[in-house]
Structures are given as structure tokens and as C-alpha cells.
């Protein structure tokens, strides 16, 4: 039996696979790093047409590919519709091929499915989110069958753990923590402290 996060269902414990882009992976990862049940958060490039990508090819916009992220999360302790939550709030659909000053194909919005159910599960949470005009516009993310995932070189991983001083860090990355810890509290592994 498939479950709705595109691994087999079963025993509590066993991992699913979603796969996520949502602008700079460096953004996104740092965001679904601090949700309880997922157990690793890897970046990496996806939905492109050259085998093995470098970072400085898919940033040309030539390859196709899109950053984007591959979680290893546990559907009993995080369903797949919350990690769909997180994704449309910490992001923003509906721009075409562009995250703030971060322009190109290699940043646009996507789901990549696992399988059906995660495809309709997709569906309904943007006619949900499009029906409500939670957002500035209509919802562009593309919805598309997961195709081979790449993992970024080595320095992409951890990125924002690794460097939060860094200035793209400090004005981007850290806005999107932020937001998750105060607006998905009750999804955290660790519960902000209060000061």
C-alpha cells in the first residue's frame, strides 16, 4: 500500500519522500530542518534535462533544473498536507520563476509528487489556498511527477546551520525561520524559547 508521502505505509517510523522548490534551497532547507518528523533535509537539483548538474550550470538557467529539496520525513509524526503548509507560507507561488531578487527557472515554485495521492493532496491544498485568497495572486507552482534529484555539492548542505552571519543568511534565509518558529510552532522539534 502507497501512502500519501510516496513510500511504502506501514510500521510508525518508516520514511517518506517529498520533494519541494521553492526558490533558493538554501531557504528552503533551513525551514523544513526545524520540523518534528523529518529526519534529513537534503539540497540539490531537480526537473532538469543534464545528468549530474553543478551548481554554477543550473545557476545559468540553461539546464532546466530547479533548486529544490528532498525530505526524509515520517508521515505519522508530519503529514504531507502540513509540509504543504509550511511550503506555500514560507515562499511565495505566485511569482513565475522568482524569489525576491533571486530571478530564473532554476527558482521557480514546484511540488515534485511521489506518487498519485501526493499529486491530489497538492491539487486540493492550492484550490484551498487560490478559493481563499490567502495569497497576492494565483498560485503558479507547478505540480509534476518527481524526476531524478541530484544532492547539491557538499557547502549547499546545512548551508544556513553552517553560515548564519552570512549576509544572504541574515536578510533572507533567517526572515523564513523565523516565520516557521513563530507561525508552525506546534510542527518544531524544538519549541522556541521564550527570552
Known amino acids: 500500500m502507497m501512502s500519501t508521502s510516496g513510500m511504502a505505509a506501514g510500521a510508525e517510523g518508516e520514511l517518506a ?3 519541494f522548490a521553492g526558490g533558493c534551497f538554501w531557504c528552503t532547507e533551513a525551514v523544513y530542518a526545524q520540523i518534528k ?3 534529513s533535509v537534503t539540497s540539490g537539483y531537480i526537473a532538469g534535462k ?3 548538474p553543478t551548481y554554477e550550470q ?3 538557467g540553461q539546464t532546466g533544473h530547479a533548486e529544490a529539496v528532498e525530505i526524509a520525513y515520517d508521515p505519522q509524526q508530519v503529514p504531507y498536507e502540513k509540509l504543504l503548509e509550511v511550503f506555500f507560507s514560507t515562499h511565495d507561488p505566485t511569482t513565475k520563476n522568482r524569489q525576491g ?3 530564473g527557472t532554476q527558482y521557480r515554485s ?3 509528487y511521489h506518487d498519485d495521492a501526493q499529486k491530489k493532496t497538492a491539487e486540493e491544498v492550492i484550490a484551498k489556498l487560490d478559493a481563499a485568497k490567502v495569497l497576492p495572486g494565483k498560485i503558479v507552482t507547478e505540480i509534476t511527477p518527481a524526476s531524478t534529484f541530484y544532492p547539491a555539492e557538499k557547502y549547499h548542505q546545512d ?3 553552517n553560515n548564519p552571519f552570512q549576509p544572504y543568511c541574515q536578510a533572507v534565509v533567517s526572515p523564513k525561520v523565523d516565520k516557521v518558529r513563530k507561525v508552525f510552532k506546534d510542527l518544531l522539534k524544538d ?5
Do not use: E, I, L, Q
Open 17 to 19: 519522500k517529498a520533494t
Open 37 to 39: 518528523g523529518v529526519h
Open 50 to 52: 543534464n545528468p549530474n
Open 58 to 60: 543550473v545557476c545559468t
Open 101 to 103: 531578487a533571486d530571478v
Open 110 to 112: 514546484g511540488v515534485f
Open 159 to 161: 548551508y544556513f546551520a
Open 191 to 195: 519549541p522556541p524559547s521564550t527570552p
